[in-house]
């Protein structure tokens, strides 16, 4: 008898779990099934009317029934949660991430972006970056570079002057005596800075432009020291493993002096218009340092040799980035400059 | 500068040798080679012939026919050139031979010429590109066998190369071909031969020529006098050779001096002996007109060295010649000048004549006075080995006046091994000094240098000139490549350009700002436009317009040209700028130079006040980033003329002023864009770096839950300064008071309000909210005397 309800309550409770498809619904059939006020629960306290042996068969068989239903409640609480989650996802919105959005990137100077890759891989071959100024004077831009009034070498800088008799500085090398008194012997220092020729301006000349400046200065610093610093740091600059070669260079504060060629970054040395078919770019004047340069220093050139070094940042940002036309670097255009958004 | 291989070889036995290749090896040590001709390279099959029989061509008013013999036949040419004769020897082009045009070779072909039949070509000098002259045909000497290459008979194959200028200025040495002659004497270490020249004492027994030097910008004076010259046409060689670098011929006189000029690097000029007997060389007080030889009149300033005649000028020294002196087609007689005159006199009197001549610009070298004699005895030389009649009547008359001193440099391998950082053997070092001209003596690794005088008079003068003179003939791509083997030191960091990349990384990539780069003047006429008025600042004294002469006294007016200048890239966009700015000038008198940022933001989305916010919160990120620290603004006492004079604010740290923050004045905000909200600062990047960075106290975060409690507060939020308002509440607000925040700020109907949020925290225990009352009371009251009642 018992036994018939027990399998009458089983079948009843399959049937009412089949058909409870929500949450709501099942919940509902858990309650009325096991709740303390349900059948299996009734049925339960009807066992104390029973005998130790039908008590202990009985017992069983409504357990087993009890067992049955929790874990089956509990695998279609599961199931019925993973419908929900897949219903959720099925009728989800969908997103377009290539829907246009007016969004503001920031853009550093081209200058900048060069000038960093210049100072950092000076910087972890020990060089000081420092800074110097854009007006000074005849002294640090001329005579400290053994440059004395009327050298030929001044025909080649067209200087702009201040009513106050100084002048805008025509190139980076103004800052050696500068850098040189500043710390003395040995030094290893780049300075970048702007500088100013009073010429015309058209798509290859401007009057304002970047250049950086180098010197190291030891004892025993050689040219064969010049030319191993030189390839580094240019093939760092360039990511490339690049040859380069010195020709002889004349400028009044190096002895001797060399104008520094790399092999083209177009063709590979292979020889394109680029380079005229030489495989040859011509990039930067370089050489010893003067003795007269290093006296004025402050600095026994019998004791201590050195080489400077000046690279175009401006040349060899247009180099890099491809830009054709000198005058985009200080028009202000956001055209232009808002391309450099990335470092 | 050009130079000719042939030339060049007279000097040097170049032979067994790879020609273009040692004219790369010149790139690498002596001087860039530009480009390279080959010359005569576009002609060939062009052999010596003659004209035997020469007819008008019936229907052209200038065709002949000719009948040319080739030495192995009679051949029909129809030729238009007017000089075109029987009896005439020219260059015939045959059949298959080849001439140069500008765009290649042309191959001759047989084939009819206005319906007669054509073998072959008769040239003219020009054809076979071995001079300008086109008029008609080369006309070849009546001795020369027919048959015989023009090419085995005159140089016409010649490699020539080109030099820049600029790479030779430092070397007055090679203005001429025998010096670039010693430069591949010692790359191949071939030996340099002499030139041949006449001896200048064997003229000694004739009279003086009358010279007097009355000026110290004459170094040294030469003079010759030479009669019975009947040679008035250069022979073809040497006119081959000049055409070749450039110069075209004149007439034998002439293009003799410009030829040893060429050869030697030392400027001549041949006076008419009738017109000058005499010579004085000096300067006058007054200017005056002279007519030079290319027919200009030009004005003679004080400071210009003339060589006059009896006091009539007739040369401006070292430039150029007068016309009324020069030679003429019927000169037979002549004044030689084979001078030295001081550089930098010739170089500022070119520039003040506007004039710069083949002469000037190898004087303004500074050239060798021992060059002027071995000038003028090859001119002899040349002169009677030509014109064998041609007669030297006076002495080689010197007037010396200025000798460089003699230099001489002691040097030993130690010090080149230090400088190259590689072996040269001593060995080497001497035979290189030696090729190149200098003395040399030696006592083992020790070496005495005597500078040769031609590179004495500025170019070689110190040990580090040595080094040169043999690493560059040595060639710095044998060069061994090392690293240093100084020791390492630390580097010494900039914090001011450390300052300048923190400033430009907060506002690239936490605003979005663009960088740009603008000049370090004034754009006047920019200015202009915007209604702001120039500053009154150092000016330079020679921009290429006045508009660019006044330097920039703020980033800003340039900024806001840009900002207008890009209306149209986005509705809003930031810019700013690290740069120079110029304060006037300082106590000493120099420029007051500066470092500065500018920041500048155009928006026509926002109100004008949320643009100035904007930027407010740029200007702090930057200075919180770079010191640590927050800044305080307070009203800016005189603001710039196109600053808002109400919205002007000064920028502080610490009690230091860093710059300013404002947004436009109305009058340049109708000028620049009324419908956006434009808003900028400027910061001093220098001052800013300089500040002390104040730094990170840590404090462990409370583990016990905060109480926020808000008030509301009627009070008109312009009137309100939030800086004082938080430093007063925490003045009374009690330890527990850990922060105050604004949460709302209301301005509309009914007046406005700003809600307050003050945050209590212990570290000890959970806070109750009723043991704070005294605090907020005492909060309220103080809030209360300065104006801020609760809101209902």
Redesign the interface.
Known sequence: MLSQQIEALRASFREALAKADTKEALEAVRVSFLGKKGPISDLMKGLRDLSPEEKKDAGQWINALKTEAEAAVAEKGKALEEAALAAAIRSAKKFNPTLPR????????P??LVS?DVNRIF?TM??????Y???T?DYHCFEALNIPK?H??R??QDT?????G?L?KTHTSAAQNHIMRK?GA?L?AIFPG?C?R?E?IDACHE??FFQMEGM?I????????L???M??MLSEVFGADLSV??????FPFT?????LDISCTICGGKGCPSCKNTGWL?LCPCG?I??NVLREGGIDPEVY?GFAFGLGMTRLAMMKYGVKDIRD??S????A??QFDAK | MLFSMNWIRDFVDLSGLDIPALIHRF??????VEDVYFKGADVSGVIVARIVSCEAHPSSDHLHLLKVDTGSGIVDCVCGAPNAREGLTVAFATVGGTVPTPSGALTIAARKVAGYPSEGMCCSEAELGISDDNSGLWELPADLPLGTDVKAIYDVDDIVFEVDN??L???PDLWGHYGIAREFAAMTGRALLPVPKVELTAFDHLPPVEIDVRDALAYRYIGIKAENVTVHESPMQMKIRLYYCGSRAINFLADLTNYVMMELGQPMHAFDLRKVDKIEVQRFEKPFSFVTLDHEEREIGSETLMITSNDEPVAIAGIKGGLASGIADDTTSLLLESATFDG?SV??SGVALGLRTDASMRY??MLDPELAPVASARFLYLLTKIDAGATVISAATDKYLFRYPTIEIDIDKAYYD?????DIPTDRIEVTLRALGFGVVRTGDALHVTVPSWRATKDVS????L??EV??IYG??N???????????P????R??EAD?VA?DV???S??????????WCDAARYKDLGIALPQN???????TPDHDT?RASMIP??L??LA??RG???????FEV??T?HG?AAD???D?H?ALGIALYDKTVSEEEAFLTVRDAVVAIIRAVTHKTPVFAVLDEPADFMHPANAFAITVDGVTLGALSVLHPAVKAKLDKKAAVAFAEMDMATLASLPVAPIRYKTPSRFPAIEIDFSFVADPAAVNFDELCALCREVGGALLTDISVVDVYEGEGGSSIALRFVFSSDERTLAKAELAPYTDAILAALGARGLKIKE
């Open positions: 007016e969004a503001s990137h920031g853009s550093y100077h200058i900048t960093r910087s020990g060089f000081t970056v420092e800074d100024v854009e007006i004077d009327h030929p070498a025909d080649m702009y002057y201040i009513e106050n100084q805008l710390y040995p290893r702007r100013f009073n015309a009057n304002t190291m030891d004892k025993d610093v050689s040219i064969s020291n030319i191993y610093f390839k580094t070669r010195l020709r002889p260079g004349f002895e001797p002096g060399f104008e011509e010893m003067h003795p040799t670097f200080n202000g255009s956001l055209k400059l808002s | 790139t690498l040590s002596t001087a860039e600029k790479s200025t430092n070397r930098v170089r500022r303004e070298k230090r400088y190259t950082g590689i110190i040990k580090a000139d080094i040169e690493t560059r710095y791509d060069f061994e490549i090392k690293t240093s083997v100084s020791p390492l030191y580097v010494r960091e900039d001011g350009r990349d430009k506002l690239v990539k605003f979005g700002y663009h960088e740009v780069h603008s000049y370090l150092p000016r330079i004294i020679n921009a290429q330097l340039t900024l040209s840009f200048e890009n890239f986005a509705p809003a966009y930031g810019l740069g120079k110029v000038f008198g120099s420029c130079e470092k």
